[in-house]
């Protein structure tokens, strides 16, 4: 597999995208699977169920450098691996999620979060920055972890240093 993100702006300008059904049986499951320098905005995505690998969720699965505002998810995802969340499995470096919310049924093994899998990595020294922002959103959702998985919070399953959390329930 090669590493293909988007990287434009996509404006869903307010649509509704509902009964999406994805089931691919490898990573970066979601509307959007890796995003790069990418802007994501005004889309909802509801009645939808997303299964698979790593960084499930419901908007975008990996992302660096990009900006997801005015999105929401509202469905089940499950995954048999980690870092699955309601709006975004995985962000890195400069990204913001701003007024978003997710109101769906995680499982997943580990790191699982209403909003956000995890903010940087899991290897993460604490002198690697990410300077991410997650403003005004919330999460209504149900988290299961599998295997013993500890890590889940209803905003983010972890954050690392850099990232501030603002106004989030």
Not at 15 to 24: D, F, L, V
Not at 41 to 62: E, L
């Amino acid at each position: 597999d090669s590493y293909v993100p988007f990287m434009g702006v996509f404006d869903g300008q307010g649509h509704t995208i509902s009964g999406m059904y994805q089931a691919i049986f490898v990573a970066n499951d979601a509307l959007f699977a890796a995003v790069e320098d990418a802007v994501i905005k005004n889309v909802c995505v509801k009645d939808s169920y997303i299964y698979g690998g790593k960084y499930c969720a419901g908007i975008v699965s990996f992302g660096v450098n990009s900006q997801i505002r005015n999105c929401s998810f509202e469905g089940t995802i499950k995954s048999w691996e980690w870092y699955a969340a309601g709006i975004a499995g995985q962000l890195l470096g400069d990204s913001k999620v701003q007024n978003c919310y997710a109101k769906c049924n995680i499982n997943a093994k580990n790191y699982l979060g209403g909003i956000i899998g995890i903010v940087g990595k899991e290897s993460d020294a604490a002198t690697i920055t990410h300077n991410t922002l997650i403003e005004n959103c919330y999460s209504y959702s149900t988290l299961t972890p599998t295997s013993g998985g500890l890590n889940k919070g209803l905003v983010a399953g972890r954050v690392n240093a850099g990232a501030t959390v603002k106004n989030c329930y």
